[in-house]
Protein backbone atom coordinates (compact mmCIF):
# COMPACT_ATOMS: atom_id res chain seq x y z
CA UNK A 1 0.00 0.00 0.00
CA UNK A 2 2.55 2.27 -1.29
CA UNK A 3 0.06 4.73 -2.60
CA UNK A 4 -1.70 7.38 -1.10
CA UNK A 5 -5.12 7.99 -1.39
CA UNK A 6 -4.68 11.32 -2.43
CA UNK A 7 -2.27 10.09 -5.50
CA UNK A 8 -5.58 8.81 -6.96
CA UNK A 9 -7.82 11.15 -8.34
CA UNK A 10 -5.07 13.18 -9.53
CA UNK A 11 -4.26 10.18 -11.52
CA UNK A 12 -7.84 9.70 -12.56
CA UNK A 13 -8.18 13.55 -13.75
CA UNK A 14 -5.23 13.01 -15.93
CA UNK A 15 -6.57 9.74 -17.73
CA UNK A 16 -9.82 11.76 -17.77
CA UNK A 17 -7.95 14.73 -19.43
CA UNK A 18 -6.11 12.48 -22.11
CA UNK A 19 -9.71 10.69 -23.04
CA UNK A 20 -11.32 13.46 -23.27
CA UNK A 21 -8.59 14.86 -25.90
CA UNK A 22 -8.42 11.51 -27.93
CA UNK A 23 -12.32 12.38 -28.05
CA UNK A 24 -11.91 15.58 -29.05
CA UNK A 25 -9.34 14.33 -31.99
CA UNK A 26 -11.26 11.36 -32.95
CA UNK A 27 -14.26 13.81 -33.50
CA UNK A 28 -12.21 16.54 -35.68
CA UNK A 29 -11.03 13.52 -37.50
CA UNK A 30 -14.92 12.04 -38.48
CA UNK A 31 -15.97 15.35 -39.34
CA UNK A 32 -12.81 15.69 -41.97
CA UNK A 33 -13.27 12.90 -43.24
CA UNK A 34 -17.15 13.86 -43.87
CA UNK A 35 -16.34 17.53 -44.96
CA UNK A 36 -16.70 18.91 -48.58
CA UNK A 37 -15.90 22.49 -48.21
CA UNK A 38 -12.20 23.00 -48.27
CA UNK A 39 -12.85 26.13 -45.60
CA UNK A 40 -14.10 24.26 -43.34
CA UNK A 41 -11.74 21.46 -43.61
CA UNK A 42 -8.97 24.54 -43.33
CA UNK A 43 -10.34 25.11 -39.65
CA UNK A 44 -10.89 21.14 -39.23
CA UNK A 45 -7.30 20.79 -40.22
CA UNK A 46 -6.14 23.79 -37.25
CA UNK A 47 -8.29 22.12 -34.51
CA UNK A 48 -6.62 19.36 -35.23
CA UNK A 49 -3.57 20.36 -34.87
CA UNK A 50 -4.19 22.37 -31.50
CA UNK A 51 -5.47 19.01 -30.36
CA UNK A 52 -2.52 17.07 -31.13
CA UNK A 53 -0.11 20.06 -29.87
CA UNK A 54 -2.13 19.90 -26.55
CA UNK A 55 -2.17 16.01 -26.14
CA UNK A 56 1.90 16.27 -27.18
CA UNK A 57 2.45 18.61 -24.22
CA UNK A 58 0.56 16.56 -21.50
CA UNK A 59 2.26 13.57 -22.55
CA UNK A 60 6.10 15.75 -22.38
CA UNK A 61 5.78 17.84 -20.26
CA UNK A 62 8.83 20.53 -19.40
Known amino acids: MGRSA ?3 PERDE ?3 EV ?3 D ?3 AM ?3 AIEEETVPERLTNLAIDLQQ ?3 QRKQR ?3 S
Open 14 to 16: KAV
Open 28 to 30: ILT
Open 51 to 53: ALT
Open 6 to 8: AMV
Open 19 to 21: TTL
Open 59 to 61: QNP
Open 23 to 25: EEI
